[in-house]
Nanobody
């Protein structure tokens, strides 16, 4: 099991930017894709973005398209990022990174991922 650790969260004003990082405890093997999810208070955890580990293809939730960018260092290394620009108050929540070991057409669902970090808080203030 890969242990994941997020960092980079914090308090930012509307319109600001943050860059989240996710580091794995060991070299990532047999990873098919990694993703970012977020969870606001009182709401379910929701999909934010996904990257295929081998070819780098990316997918985004409609709410973040054009504002957020998911990336990885390279397929052999163990760092995932989420660049968040033009932040809105509705982007507030705990952000989690996740790793999936197999292809899953339901990649927007949490059950498509096997390993999870503990999360990092992002608060966007008006």
């Amino acid at each position: 099991q890969v242990q994941l650790a997020e960092s980079g969260g914090g308090l930012v004003q509307v319109g600001g930017s943050l860059r989240l990082s996710c580091a794995a405890s060991q070299r990532i093997r047999n990873i098919y894709a990694m993703a970012w999810f977020r969870q606001a208070p009182g709401k379910e955890r929701e999909f934010v973005a996904r990257i295929s580990w081998k070819n780098g293809l990316t997918y985004y939730a409609d709410s973040v398209t054009g504002r957020f960018t998911i990336s990885r260092e390279n397929a052999a290394n163990n760092t995932l990022w989420l660049q968040m620009n033009s932040l809105r108050s509705e982007d507030t929540g705990v952000y989690y990174c996740a790793a999936g070991h197999a292809a899953d057409s339901q990649y927007r669902l949490t059950r498509a991922y096997d390993d999870w970090g503990q999360g990092t808080q992002v608060t966007v203030s008006d």
